[in-house]
């Protein structure tokens, strides 16, 4: 049985194709200005990579921000259990999941079965998500990917950046640039500052072993390693952090499809 | 140079955006300037505005027994100040300019305060200093967003009383929700209206936090525009009014706390 799970963040369009024992096509692009093309292309594309056709699909469930825009989705389930779910596929032992996305940052404590006991969001500020990192990126001028790295090795010790508030931090980080301090020093600063934000997301659910962190800053080795140390924790991230709530969601494909085959 | 009516005191304000600097004698105000921040030193704007108000006194800056520092930049004013806090220079200012006054709010380009005051004394206080959302730096986005300034962003919005959400609390999030909203062929006026609509309810829970109390004095740089002042008035449902200088509100404050 094939299934298919398609996750629209605010800032990239995830989807994989699954059969019954692992992922066999998974694809990421950016959404762009209109999530449901961008679903339609990165669907295009997964099938593609498995040879399959649409209609091979038994069940296609949607989720993300974008997730009612999916016309060919059967059903959409929110992130956080998508996320909780696939997280619950690849590492079981999970009962802490760290979701940090484009433009949100969840923390959700999961029990044995995937399912979402509590969780604590923050969607209203974007300190702590991907938007910061990439206007640090953009006023700084170091490459995204480079960000993380970069601030896991100050020249003289991190620099205090006084506000975690992206538009405050901007100034902040710009008046440290003119003051003539190491650009390492700098973002070591601003990454302990949303680090700490991240935290008090993780602490409202309160942290329990075994942690897994998903999304595109789980890529970001300067936040993954400060929230390990922070927490006291090691984080198990699969290969492709990106692409764990477009997994949770073909899991949810499957229990659809089982049902409607009963 | 002590006279019978009080001595000659300056209270330099050093905010986000702007230096702004007054002169008592007693309780009367003398003179004052207000310069842009920008890229200079500091010390050096506040030296500059000082001589300006100065000369604009009849003075010399020898003349002057004392002056006090406040605003978000003070610790970068390096000269021989004594400083007073924002809250208490805010009380100080509003007993000047509008004693009647029980609630004072004071917006600024990164930061407000919200206040019930009574006789020149803050009685309770609340700050919104952590995020951008409840300051006039939400306004420059917006108007950014919009490729215009903030007096025509200010006469857009008071072009029309209708006006669409502006959901996103975050500056950074307000900014990609208003480009997506001009892109869906919303009337500009409608989205200027409902920024300021958003700003005005966030300042509105601020001063709930400290107690409405009639009569609401506003202060502060971004408190002379007259669509958030609409806004604000509308949700209070009380008369709101601005102090006569408003920008200065604070600046008098710090000079008259050294009297």
């Known amino acids: ?262 | 140079m002590v006279t019978d009516d009080g001595l000659l005191t300056a209270g330099i304000d050093a905010g986000a955006s702007r230096i702004k600097v007054a002169l008592f004698k007693g309780r009367r105000l003398l003179g004052h300037a207000v310069l842009e921040g920008g890229a200079e030193n500091i010390t050096e704007i506040s030296k500059r505005a000082l001589a300006d108000t100065c000369r604009i006194a009849g003075i010399t800056l020898e003349d002057i027994c004392k002056i006090a520092v406040t605003g978000m930049a003070y610790k970068y004013v390096h000269l021989e100040v004594e400083h007073i806090n924002e809250s208490t220079c805010l009380a100080r200012g509003i007993d000047f300019f509008m004693p009647e006054a029980r609630t004072a709010i004071d917006v600024g380009a990164q930061k407000s305060l919200a206040m019930k005051c009574k006789g020149g004394v803050p009685l309770k206080i609340r700050y919104s200093e952590k995020c951008a959302s409840g300051s006039g730096r939400f306004l420059d986005v917006v108007a950014a967003t919009m490729a215009m300034d903030k007096a025509e962003l200010s006469r857009l919005g008071l072009s029309t009383q209708d006006f669409v959400e502006v959901q996103s609390t975050c500056t950074i999030f307000a900014e990609s929700e208003i480009i997506t909203l001009i892109h869906s062929d919303a009337k500009p006026a409608e989205i200027a209206r409902g920024a300021y609509r958003a700003l005005a309810r966030r300042l509105y829970g601020l001063l709930l936090q400290v107690g409405l109390e009639d009569v609401v004095c506003v202060a502060g740089g971004v408190s002379a525009d007259a669509c958030l002042l609409d806004e604000l008035t509308k949700l209070a449902g009380c008369e709101i009014k601005t102090a006569r200088q408003s920008d200065i509100v604070m600046a008098c404050g710090a000079a008259l706390a050294v009297q």
Not at chain 1, 25 to 32: C, H, K, Q, R, V
Not at chain 1, 97 to 116: F, H
Not at chain 1, 135 to 164: A, W
């Open chain 1, 1 to 262: 049985m094939l299934l298919a799970g398609i996750d629209i963040g605010s800032s990239s369009t995830k989807a994989v194709v699954m059969n019954d024992r692992s992922v066999v096509a998974s694809g990421i692009m950016l959404t762009g200005a209109s999530g449901t093309v961008a679903a339609s292309s990165v669907m295009d594309l997964v099938l593609a990579q498995s040879g399959a056709a649409m209609g091979d699909l038994a069940c296609i469930v949607s989720t993300g921000y974008g997730r009612v825009n999916v016309p060919f989705a059967q059903k959409n389930v929110t992130e956080i259990s998508c996320h909780a779910r696939g997280v619950n596929w690849y590492f079981p032992g999970v009962r802490t999941v760290l979701d940090m996305g484009g433009q949100d940052c969840k923390a959700i404590k999961c029990d044995e079965g995937g399912r979402v006991v509590k969780f604590a969001l923050n969607d209203k500020c974007a300190a702590g998500t991907g938007r910061y990192l990439e206007r640090l990126s953009k006023y700084t001028g170091v490459p995204l990917g480079e960000i993380g790295p970069r601030s896991l090795q100050p020249v003289n010790g991190p620099v205090s950046v006084d506000s975690f508030c992206a538009v405050f931090a901007e100034n902040d980080v710009l008046l440290r640039i003119r003051e003539g301090y190491q650009i390492n020093d700098i973002l070591a600063g601003a990454v302990d500052a949303i680090v700490e934000r991240i935290v008090t997301i993780i602490q409202r659910i309160g942290a329990e072993e075994e942690l897994a962190i998903s999304g595109g800053i789980a890529k970001n080795t300067g936040v993954v390693s400060r929230v390990e140390k922070r927490l006291g924790m090691r984080a198990l991230i699969a290969d492709e952090p990106q692409i764990i709530g477009a997994v949770g969601a073909a899991l949810f494909a499957r229990d659809l499809a089982l049902k409607s085959a009963k």
